[in-house]
Nanobody, 124 residues
Framework: QVQVVESGGGLVQAGGSLRLSCAASGAIFSRYGMGWFRQAPGKEREFVATINWSGSSTSYADSVKGRFTCSKDNAKNTVYLQMNSLKPEDTAVYYC?????????????????WGQGTQVTVSS
């Protein structure tokens, strides 16, 4: 059974920073990339960032490019999402999932083993 667990969400003022963490089962983590997605109330889940299995390649949504950084530590079975210069529109539940396709897709349908999500709230 693969387990994916996000943490690090919280309440922050606009312009502030948060670092989200996502831990996954060791047997799968080092072999696959991971993706971050978010879902705001009343909206569809949207792509945020993805990283390949080794952590050497990343891709970001245009809305977060230059503000968010995704990294992967295979020794700790953890992927991180460093979020800087946060805006109220970044408020959402953030999810991570395993990129079983290995394609670094921006589509949520290419990902599996989703975590329960962590709430990020940015106040204006």
């Amino acid at each position: 059974q693969v387990q994916v667990v996000e943490s690090g969400g919280g309440l922050v003022q606009a312009g502030g920073s948060l670092r989200l963490s996502c831990a996954a089962s060791g047997a799968i983590f080092s072999r696959y990339g991971m993706g971050w997605f978010r879902q705001a109330p009343g909206k569809e889940r949207e792509f945020v960032a993805t990283i390949n299995w080794s952590g050497s390649s990343t891709s970001y949504a245009d809305s977060v490019k230059g503000r968010f950084t995704c990294s992967k530590d295979n020794a700790k079975n953890t992927v991180y999402l460093q979020m800087n210069s946060l805006k109220p529109e970044d408020t959402a539940v953030y999810y991570c999932a395993v990129d079983l396709s290995g394609t670094m897709s921006h589509s949520q349908y290419q990902y599996d083993y989703w975590g329960q999500g962590t709430q990020v709230t940015v106040s204006s």
